[in-house]
């Protein structure tokens, strides 16, 4: 028989969130339960981020209630924010000088770093550049995750190659997907391309958090999150309730993309994340016949905005056929090209991410010495 709301609520009302026996329903804190046709069950519990820690056990507990009614085929059940918090002071400054601590309290164990890929808006190239950064991370003899949590428009999935169902070890565990050396995780594997996915706010948290607290990722020393596009409340709860060491923002130099790549600096501040810097992506158009160079979108503007916002720059990637062509076709140019043109720039950018994540000083000059 299919699981009903009020199965689920009348389970959740053995959950108790506080001393004085409040349940669960009546708590004011659970958001709406959505039931799927595979009878997947969905909600979130809201807390204030500075509670998170104590309604763990309380999240684990109602997950597992309704994971043992007759019917229920899997849970996401996940603390969520909805409120952002105050702003938080600003992020200390990130001259690269100082080494950026693996974030504490929900780490995931065994990946050292947690690096979000996001933009501002859609369309920037904010996936291509996260899967070929990667790749780049991983040919430094790295060991490398890529978790897709671009929920709206998953596109990991085709940028690697990849299809098929990933497999479900230990209970509810789920292996990851493996291409080109990388470790990788998205919503695109799990469900139907073609099915139409309402994401409602609490549900985007939900999917996330299971995506990278209930996958088998292993000893990792970087896993890539690709974000979704924007700067909303669902990217704002996202970059507060994941465990990063810190975030890249891509844009393209139009002084529009360059606005909305301010509001992305802005939205990880907010919440203490650091920036780890920003890429120029199709910065310059070159001609695959002649190798002219032509900068459609203008050039250099998000260098100049990097400095401005007091924010490391990463480098420029230019707009090539080849990288357009490569990405679409599941050969990420990195990998398939490893010794061209396009994979240099993507190991040079690699390279200074990680040394800002170590703390090494990035793209800063040699002292000069001067023999008087
Ligand atoms: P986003 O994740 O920001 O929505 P995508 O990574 O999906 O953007 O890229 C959008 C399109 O632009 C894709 O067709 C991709 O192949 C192409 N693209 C991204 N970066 C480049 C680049 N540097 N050169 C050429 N095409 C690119």
Redesign the pocket.
Known sequence: MAITRDDVLKALSTVTVDRGGTKLPGSGRLSQVVIDAGGRVMFSISVDPSEAERFEPIRREAEGRVLALPGVSSVLASLTSERPNAPAPAAPRQSGAAPVPPRQGNALPGVRHIVAVA?G???????????NLALALRAQGLKVGLLDA?IY?P?VPK?LGLSGKPRVIEGRTLEPMEAYGLKAMSIGFLIEPESAMIWRGPMVQSAITQMLRDVAWGDLDVLVV?MP?GTGDAQLTMAQATPLSGAVI?STPQDLALIDARRGVTMFRKVSVPILGVIE???T?ICPKCGHASDIFGHGGARQEAQRLEVPFLGE????????????AGRPVVATDPDGP?AKIYRGIAEKLWSNLNGAPAGRAAPKIVIE
């Open positions: 933009s808006k859609g369309g920037v190239g904010k996936s291509t550049t996260a899967c671009d428009g596109s940028l690709d596009p891509v992506n199709m910065a158009f990637i230019p707009l090539t056929m080849a990288i357009r062509e490569t990405s679409d396009q």
